[in-house]
């Protein structure tokens, strides 16, 4: 299914907020496949990359310094599942699962546990302001999030 205004909306204003303070060298984007294997090109929501190969399409995964998915009512099994483990495997170091389903707007941080394993551990779950210095300061205003989505979905009209 095509994404929802709400997931359009959701994904600009994160790549806006991983913008501020992103080093020189890495920026966020969205809606971008990343190379992991011959089969495999997966597309984050939103992903933070290494500008080292820009003229490469798709870029190598190992670029990525986190990659970001938005949950819609479709993807939620594949997002926390079926591409974290894949990127986990491909050693994205992190990877966010925000979620806009519930009554809050929700951010996973996701990190990958060890190099041998390949496996992602849950480093912290909010509905409150998110902030982090890894893999740079992101700072990410979830509870204004929240608020824009229900202002939104407050002044929207039922569909015919």
Not at 12 to 20: F, H
Not at 47 to 59: E, G, K, R, Y
Request: charged share 25%; with cysteine.
């Amino acid at each position: 299914m095509p994404p929802t205004f709400i997931h359009q909306f959701l994904c600009v204003q994160i790549v806006r907020a991983l913008g501020d303070n992103c080093p020189p060298d890495h920026e966020p984007v969205y809606d971008l496949s990343l190379d992991v294997n011959r089969y495999s090109e997966p597309r984050p929501d939103v992903v933070v990359l290494d500008t080292a190969h820009v003229d490469q399409h798709p870029p190598p995964v190992e670029d990525a310094i986190l990659a970001v998915e938005v949950v819609s009512r479709d993807s939620k099994v594949r997002d926390l599942y079926d591409k974290a483990s894949m990127f986990a495997a491909a050693g994205v170091n992190r990877y966010w699962v925000i979620d806009p389903l519930g009554d809050k707007i929700s951010l996973a941080e996701h990190v990958l546990e060890s190099k041998p394993h390949r496996r992602y551990a849950i480093a912290q779950q909010t509905t409150e302001v998110f902030t982090t210095d890894e893999p740079y300061r992101i700072v990410i205003d979830l509870p204004a999030l929240t608020a824009r989505r229900d202002g939104f979905l407050g002044r929207s009209k039922p569909a015919d």
